[in-house]
């Protein structure tokens, strides 16, 4: 988010690199491109770690970073380059991704890849002068998001967010103009809930049940729209 204040084009390139239709499924494409990477670099017995890493950065961020890496020349040692540029920041997805449109799906187990996935999204959301980040902004379909630590630490709440629920506390509205990293150079007014109660858990497992007013309400909301696949422009 930021406040005024200052599938399928992947998987047929992915076929396309394969010699045949792309398999169903956001995990057998992951699969299919891990495999490929391991085999074009040499290195076939390092296919866990590369599913692995194509699962932190996602789908469509590791195959560009592959295309680019594997069309480069004089790259003596092209794995360890993939593994260096993936712990970069991520790409911001843009509007009109469908992922966006998508609810997303809960976290089932906390996991130490996860909590490098939080550490990119907050550096990310950070390089991109956001306050705001959810994990559909940068093409992961989970329940997640992360939000400035400054503004956490304000109102002594999480800066992260798995599986969060947020609901309406009070009838009272408030409209201010928001801005979205998916959809640059737009701003809209849009009318949100003075206060939240918010239920949540971070990247440590530590739960969260709390009221939230003010600026902090309003990026919660703002994210929590995310989670659910809606965006400024949908409300």
Not at 57 to 82: E, W
Not at 153 to 177: M, Q, R
Not at 187 to 200: G, N, Y
């Amino acid at each position: 988010m930021r406040v005024n204040t200052g599938p399928t084009k992947i998987g047929k390139e992915l076929g396309e690199i394969k010699g045949k239709k792309p398999e169903r499924g956001i995990h057998s494409q992951m699969h299919a491109l891990a495999k490929e990477i391991s085999e074009t670099f040499g290195e076939p017995k390092k296919f866990a770690m590369y599913l692995g890493i194509v699962k932190n950065i996602g789908l469509r961020r590791a195959y560009q970073l592959f295309s680019k890496i594997k069309q480069s020349k004089n790259v003596k040692t092209p794995g360890r380059l993939f593994v260096y540029e993936s712990t970069k920041t991520m790409e911001i997805v843009k509007k009109p991704s469908e992922i966006l449109t998508k609810k997303l799906k809960e976290i089932d187990l906390i996991t130490p890849n996860l909590k490098k996935v939080v550490l990119k999204m907050k550096k990310t959301m950070k390089e991109n002068n956001g306050i705001g980040l959810a994990a559909n902004q940068v093409g992961l379909n989970m329940s997640l998001f992360v939000i400035d630590e400054e503004l956490a630490k304000e109102h002594n709440a999480p800066s992260v967010y798995i599986n969060p629920e947020v609901k309406p506390y009070s009838k009272g509205e408030e409209e201010l103009e928001e801005g979205c990293l998916s959809i640059p150079e737009t701003w809209l007014k849009i009318k949100r809930q003075k206060k939240v109660k918010v239920k949540t858990m971070d990247e440590n497992g530590k739960k969260y049940k709390f009221i939230a007013k003010g600026m902090l309400a309003r990026v919660l909301q703002h994210e929590y729209d995310h989670l659910q696949g809606v965006l400024i422009t949908d409300k």
